[in-house]
């Protein structure tokens, strides 16, 4: 959306929109890519319908190993004698991967304790780095370090090594 007002003060312009993008998540066996910079296509159109933009981040899979698969096991279960790290459970696994990843985030015990989850993004998928990809949990905390300084942090725990 764009809007504008002069410098000087007075009225803003009524706040119209420029351009619409339509987002995709790229699926693996069912499971949704979750990195961030990977796994989506973005179709961004102007206010005539005309395309202005395509952004494929998508990445082509050749094979499948037999040692990931996109179910999960319930915890304390296996899939063809595979283990899942931490019984496979995924907020487990994430709050394990927080405490390493928070010691620089919140050396402090008091901003530490002000670390919460971000609602709703919690995911179970596949991060893809480089030509390999692995199933694991994602979610991003919030730190809230005082005087309205907040940082977002993202945290990943493979499910399977």
Known sequence: MSSGAPTAGGESDEAHVLE???QFRQLINGA???????GDVRITLDNDGRLTR????TRKVD???NHLKATIPEPGGEIEGIRPRGG??????????WNVHRAPAAREEETAERAQPVP???EVGYDVRGN???????????VEFGEGIRKRYEV??????
Not at 32 to 38: D, E, L, R
Not at 88 to 97: F, H, I, M, S, V
Not at 132 to 142: N, Q, S
């Open 20 to 22: 619409t993008t339509v």
């Open 32 to 38: 949704p890519v979750v990195t961030q910079a990977a």
């Open 54 to 57: 395509i952004e494929n981040t």
């Open 63 to 65: 094979q499948l190993s």
């Open 88 to 97: 496979g459970d995924p907020e487990r696994l994430l709050a394990e991967a």
């Open 120 to 122: 709703g993004t919690t």
């Open 132 to 142: 390999e990809g692995r199933l694991v949990a994602r979610r991003e905390v919030e």
């Open 156 to 161: 990943i725990a493979p499910i399977i090594e």
